[in-house]
């Protein structure tokens, strides 16, 4: 072998002197992990990964990885000398070709933690196809490294069995969505990447054009108008696996590109795509994940989502209920609730009966939680004692009528606990629909069921944003539901959409609509978001002139696939479900993205890079 090959400058080249390390004629027979009783005494040929070396008076054992599993391959000097003497230069994550005999092992080595554990092959004949780098963290199913650390060696990460298991979900999930969609007589088609700015309400990443300069694609948020215009030019059902380009802070679990199982139908009202929802999500979670879930999926208005759990995607297996006490404190004497009211907010009320289980401290702990996480003023609350009166440090605010209303309302008895929420409609639902969640997981006040599937139906078109301006509630091309039409003049903030959610277990797992075919309607809802005539034409002309070319009423839905593959795997992040995910920062920490590029391609694209502003109390540089 030339001296080039041996090359000292691989990692752990040194061990790697013999002529025969190719594969020669040698072929894989069986995954590591097929390894059975059943093939004892055959030969069979494994290939892998080094995932452990032991050397135990002369018998060395190692055991050998592949995707399939891990078999131990022994070698012992009687059985094969040179492949012996060679096994103890094995290191970690060498790649080995090993042929042998299938074995029994002895009673006292069988292990039953391992599929292959009640055997092991002996080896006759070993090739070292590679030598490696010592791992920078054992591949193992909690390798006990840090998440920056296993995103930086995202290659020996990906090796470790809980990532091959959920890209194996994920897998799983594109053929299921296939089958099932191409079974409906949905057609796949490709809409392009490099394209117009989307309006789902995300900020676009664009992309410099060389041939037009000065002019910039943007990556699509969604392909949400390109699909739509498959409907317009008559293909009736589509859908697509989606790449998907949000540029957003990444506060929560969220990656700047992901993935959805986007899907659009003409002809249809509401309840046909919701058919083909439900049978996308029974069937995914039937092949991905080998569970049968309960049909129909049950269905909830937005307006009592809010109402009952606090929650536009609640977790309906919690039991705990929120309760309405707005009109009770019209003309109340206690300012704090008063006050809400009067600025057009909420009073609500998370009961919780038989509630002895939470003390005084962990309340205190829940006030300083909601306050420093949701921006809670505070947390009011009341506990009914045994002989029925109220430890409450706002009980005496409340008139007599007040508190039988309460009691009424919320059927308050001893034992019970009392938490109110007295603000804005959305930041009162946030505060009280996260501590049903929270305190009725904590407490057991859950259903049995590990999966609850629903409908949540009906969102508002507009919502107000911080500024009191009307915008889009999802996005501008939600038909409203035909019977509010008439509010458009009168009050288009009641106006409900068309646009409903699937959830699971408190999880969106996607959205959609029926959509504006009718140019006259699009028009009006672009007016009142504000758009003059002139930015409408710029912006949205060619979808209004598309609709005015004869569009079919239509509606679609997009699922969020890396989240149901996060659910199916039982992953704790989205990052475990993505083969090469980005950071809370945006970085790609294994190939180094985003990076600075060579100026000549600046130039070519004739743009040129301003210093950063100082941030607020550095000195400029
Ligand atoms: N385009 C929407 C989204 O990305 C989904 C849909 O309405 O089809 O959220």
């Not at 699937?502 to 006259?520: A, I, K, P, Q």
């Amino acid at each position: 072998m030339s001296d080039g090959v041996r090359s000292s400058a691989r990692p752990g080249a040194g061990h790697l002197d013999h002529p025969l390390d190719q594969m020669g004629a040698l072929r894989r027979t069986h995954a590591c992990g097929a390894i059975g009783a059943d093939l004892v005494g055959s030969e069979v040929v494994v290939a892998g990964w080094v995932q452990s070396r032991r050397d135990h008076g002369g018998v060395i054992f190692v055991d050998l990885r592949d995707r399939e599993g891990l078999v131990q391959v022994v070698f012992r000097p009687e059985v094969a000398a040179d492949a012996h003497a060679r096994a103890g230069d094995l290191r970690s994550e060498f790649v080995l070709l090993a042929r042998g005999n299938v074995e029994r092992r002895t009673p006292e080595t069988v292990n039953p933690k391992l599929p292959t554990g009640e055997v092991e092959v002996a080896v006759r004949e070993l090739r070292i196809l590679n030598v490696a780098t010592p791992p920078p963290f054992p591949i193992e199913e909690d390798p006990g490294a840090d998440e920056i650390v296993r995103l930086r060696h995202r290659i020996h990460d990906l090796r470790r069995a809980p990532l091959q298991r959920a890209l194996r979900v994920r897998h799983a999930l594109y053929q299921s969505a296939r089958a099932t969609l191409s079974k409906l007589d949905f057609l796949e088609i490709e809409t392009p990447i490099l394209a117009r700015a989307t309006p789902e309400g995300a900020r676009d990443f664009l992309v410099p054009s060389r041939l037009q300069p000065g002019e910039f694609y943007a990556l699509p948020q969604s392909p949400q108008i390109m699909k739509q215009l498959l409907m317009i030019a008559g293909f009736e059902r589509y859908f697509q696996i989606a790449r998907c380009f949000r540029d957003e802070d990444l506060r929560a679990d969220r990656q700047l590109e992901f993935t959805q199982i986007d899907l659009e139908m003409s002809f249809v009202g509401v309840e046909e795509v919701l058919a083909v929802l439900e049978e996308v999500t029974v069937r995914a979670w039937r092949d991905a994940g080998g569970i049968e879930l309960e049909r129909p999926f049950p269905r909830l208005s937005y307006a009592d989502a809010m109402a009952r759990y606090g929650s536009d995607k609640p977790d309906t297996r919690v039991l705990l209920e929120l309760v309405e006490l707005t009109d009770l404190f019209r003309s109340t004497g206690f300012r704090a609730f008063g006050a809400a009211v009067q600025k057009g907010g909420v009073v609500k009320c998370l009961p919780i009966h038989d509630a002895d289980a939470l003390t005084r401290g962990e309340i205190d702990r829940l006030e300083s939680f909601v306050k420093k996480e949701l921006g809670a003023k505070g947390l009011a609350w009341v506990r009914v004692s045994a002989d029925g009166s109220w430890q409450s440090p706002i009980a005496k605010f409340l008139s007599d009528a007040e508190r039988a209303g309460i009691t009424e309302r919320t059927q308050a008895r001893s034992g019970s606990l009392l938490f109110f929420a007295a603000d804005e409609f959305a930041k009162a639902h946030a505060i009280l629909g996260r501590l049903r969640t929270d305190l009725g997981r904590q407490l057991g006040r859950v259903d049995s069921r590990a999966w609850a599937p629903l409908f949540v139906l009906n969102f508002p078109v507009f919502e107000r944003d911080e500024h009191g301006k009307l915008t889009f509630m999802h996005m501008p091309f939600v038909a409203p539901v035909e019977e509010d039409i008439a509010l458009f003049d009168s009050d288009p903030e009641r106006m409900r959409g068309t646009h409903y959610d699937v959830v699971m277990n408190g999880l969106e797992l996607g959205s959609g609509s029926l959509r504006n075919h009718r140019s006259d309607v699009q028009r009006k809802i672009f007016e009142l978001l504000g758009y003059s005539k002139g930015e409408m034409e710029e912006r949205f002309g060619f979808v209004l002139n598309a609709l005015d070319t004869g569009a079919p009423p239509h509606g679609g839905f997009a699922f969020g696939l890396d989240r149901i593959a996060m659910l199916l795997a039982g992953a704790e992040s989205l990052r475990d479900v993505i083969a090469f995910p980005k950071t809370q920062r945006g970085q790609d920490l294994l190939m180094d993205a985003p990076s600075a590029v060579e100026p000549g391609q600046l130039e070519e694209l004739r743009l040129r890079i301003t210093p950063a502003p100082p941030a607020p109390g550095e000195r400029a540089r």
